[in-house]
């Protein structure tokens, strides 16, 4: 059973969905960076105690990878019905919670290799992505998610959410094909699911990332790095250079958020930037 409160005022508050406006091609996605007042926004709120109906099935693209695996044990833990596609298919997961999840092996690049995981999925999380050249950048983070996203409307998938990433200045510049797939893909997101498709951007994700059987504690960096950082924000206005100072979140904060917003009908569409996915989970976890 999950606890998370709800505002009682339509706006959002702690986090607000950056306004989305189509070009006349119908293709481009604005990201101002709004900044919300919370004290005038939030005015009264209470805490609920919300249990996602049972008939939610929700599909983690890339359920075994390290974001994806932190989803689905979320997931589970929410009482949902979990399944995951990935090319390897199974997890080498040891954890006992994997074994309540429906693996399947498929090929986002290969979009009929997913119908049958959406078979009666209600909710899509897509977790895929990667690196390598600039084209494969473009067809991992982009065309393949860009599939999916095609896929699951035709099958009447309720909710979409994506992991995307933060803008990181110079760094997109370098990573150029990993950014126009995100964006590209974020754009497909609000075409094919204008009122049910959230984007979450973090920036560096610290959590514990399995590697074959080795267990790599990234949060041993990332987690003071995130402390301190967060109290530096005003070095992320620096041009170019500010935003290698946006702070770091935790996997587990990002899986909370990224569940909430598969199943949740009150969560707002758009995109959640790295303050958003931080003081939505601390507000869930009060
Ligand atoms: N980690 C971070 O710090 C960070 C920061 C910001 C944003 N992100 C974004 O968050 C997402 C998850 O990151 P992560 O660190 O969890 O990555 P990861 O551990 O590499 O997981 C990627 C997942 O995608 C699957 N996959 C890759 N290509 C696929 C394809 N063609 N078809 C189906 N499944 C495919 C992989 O499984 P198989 O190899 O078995 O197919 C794996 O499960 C990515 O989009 C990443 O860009 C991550």
Sequence with gaps: ???????????SSFYKPHRLATSMSGRSLSTGQERVDKSSKIEEAE???????????????????????HICKEALNCGLTVSSLSRSGRSTIPDSWANDVVWHQGDLLSPDSLRDALNGVTS???????????????????IANMNAIGAAAE????????????????????LKGYYEGKRATETELMNKFPYKGVVLRPGFIQGTRLVGSI?????????????VLQYLKPLTRIPLIGPLFISPVNVTAVAKVAVNAATDPAFPPGVVDVDGILQYSRQKAA
Excluded at 1 to 11: D, E, K, N, T, W
Excluded at 215 to 227: F, Q, R
Aim: glycine letters at 12%; aromatic letters at 8%.
């Design 155 to 174: 099958q009447g998938v309720k909710r979409f959410v994506y992991i995307s990433a933060a803008d990181f200045g110079l760094v997109n510049y370098l």
């Design 47 to 69: 805490t609920v105690k919300v249990t996602p109906p049972l008939t939610d099935k929700l599909l983690v693209l890339g359920g075994n990878g390290f974001v994806g695996s």
């Design 124 to 142: 899509v999380i897509s977790c895929v992505g990667g690196f390598g050249s600039n084209s494969h950048m473009y067809r991992i983070n982009g």
């Design 1 to 11: 059973m999950a606890i998370m409160p709800r505002l009682l005022h339509s706006q």
């Design 215 to 227: 267990k790599i504690p990234l949060s041993v960096i990332g987690a003071p790095l995130e402390m």
